[in-house]
C-alpha cells in the first residue's frame, strides 16, 4: 500500500508544480475545486468504510473461508459474481468489500469475479446506462460481457492455485 500512496503522493506534486508554472501562483481555483470534492466525496467514504466494519461484524469469517475460500471453486466465484452485480456504489463501496473479502479467506478468484461483476455488471447502473445509451446497447453489452467475471475468477483461481507462494 505504501508504494501506492507514494506513487499518489509524487504524481500529486508533478501536477501541483504543472499547475504552479501554468498559473505562475498557487492554482487557488484547482484548490478549492479539490476541497469542493473532497467534501463531497467525505460522506461516501465514510459511509464505505462504516459498511466494510459492519459486513464484517454481520458476516463471520468462518462462512467467508466455508463459502468463498480457494476451495470453494465455482461456487465461490458465482457468489463473487452475484455480490459484485448487486454492490451499489463506486470504488469507495467495492474495494474496502475487496479487501475485507481477502483478509477473512475468500479465494482470490472469487474476489477477482466481485470486481469484474461489480465493474462490468452493476445493477445499480443499469437505470442510468439505459437512460443515456438506450435499452440496445445496454443489453448488447451485457451479452458480450456475460462471460467475462466467471472467467476472469476461474482464471485467477486456476493462476493462484497453481502457485506456492501467495500472491497477496
Known amino acids: 500500500m505504501w508504494l501506492s500512496n507514494a506513487i499518489m503522493v509524487a504524481v500529486t506534486a508533478i501536477l501541483f508544480g504543472l499547475a504552479v508554472w501554468k498559473v505562475k501562483g498557487i492554482p487557488v481555483e484547482a484548490l478549492k475545486g479539490s476541497g469542493k470534492t473532497f467534501l ?47 454492490t451499489p ?41 439505459i437512460a443515456f445509451v438506450g435499452v440496445n446497447v445496454t443489453m448488447l453489452r451485457f451479452g458480450v460481457t456475460f462471460f467475462v467475471p466467471p472467467l476472469a475468477g476461474f482464471l485467477a483461481h486456476l493462476v493462484t492455485t497453481h502457485f506456492h507462494k501467495p500472491l497477496v
Open 89 to 129: 456504489g463506486g470504488p469507495y463501496t467495492s474495494f474496502p468489500i475487496a479487501m475485507l473479502l481477502l483478509r477473512s479467506g475468500a479465494g482470490l478468484g472469487t474476489v477477482v469475479a466481485y470486481l469484474t461483476a461489480w465493474q462490468l455488471w452493476s445493477l445499480t447502473r443499469y437505470p442510468m446506462e
Open 40 to 86: 463531497t466525496m467525505l460522506p461516501i467514504i465514510i459511509c464505505a468504510f462504516m459498511c466494510e466494519g459492519l459486513i464484517k461484524t454481520i458476516v463471520p469469517p468462518s462462512w467467508i473461508q466455508k463459502w468463498l475460500a480457494v476451495e470453494s471453486g465455482w461456487r465461490g466465484i458465482a457468489i463473487g459474481c452475484v455480490a459484485g452485480a448487486l
